[in-house]
């Protein structure tokens, strides 16, 4: 099996313990060719307990199943905070935060996520406050920028 099949594979086995656990997927990854890592999250955020239970729970899957290597390595995870977003849960969870992004076209944008959907996100653009000085422009309104995610290449949390 190549690595898409196997990923199919698990997901399928998942889904209905991610379901009843209200856990949604976030991402599977292959490394070294019997390295799995499967990342997981909440609406609140993933418990350690919670991703023990999927650990488990996909070891009974896989072990014998024939479709990864005798001696693979199962790592089961939230993705971190400095992983990019991946999934609409996550941006919705991260409403009020700063993002940067990097769109397909090469452009980057740091600005305030404010709306996510399934089908993209809405930005509020960030303008520092400059000291005000007598006969100044006033401070322009920030742009608002939408972008469906497949006009996302990456989006990562600012700290």
Not at 5 to 16: F, G, S, T, Y
Not at 34 to 40: A, S, T
Request: proline share 5%.
């Amino acid at each position: 099996m190549n690595f898409e099949e196997v990923k199919q594979k698990i997901e399928h086995w998942l889904q209905p313990l991610l379901e009843e656990k209200n856990i949604f997927l976030v991402d599977i990854k292959f490394a070294q060719g019997r390295r799995i890592e499967v990342y997981l999250d909440t609406d609140e955020g993933i418990h350690i307990d919670d991703c023990a239970t999927v650990s488990r729970f996909l070891e009974k899957h896989l072990d014998g199943s024939g479709i990864v290597p005798e001696n693979y390595i199962l790592e089961v995870s939230s993705p971190g905070m400095t992983n990019p977003l991946k999934v609409p849960r996550q941006y919705q969870r991260r409403i009020g935060r700063k993002l940067e992004v990097l769109k397909t076209n090469g452009e980057m944008i740091v600005a305030q996520l404010i709306e996510a959907d399934l089908e993209g996100i809405k930005l509020k653009e960030i303008i520092e406050e400059k000291k005000k000085k007598k006969n100044a422009e006033p401070t322009p309104e920030p742009k608002e920028i939408v972008l469906t995610y497949n006009d996302i290449k990456r989006a990562t949390l600012v700290f």
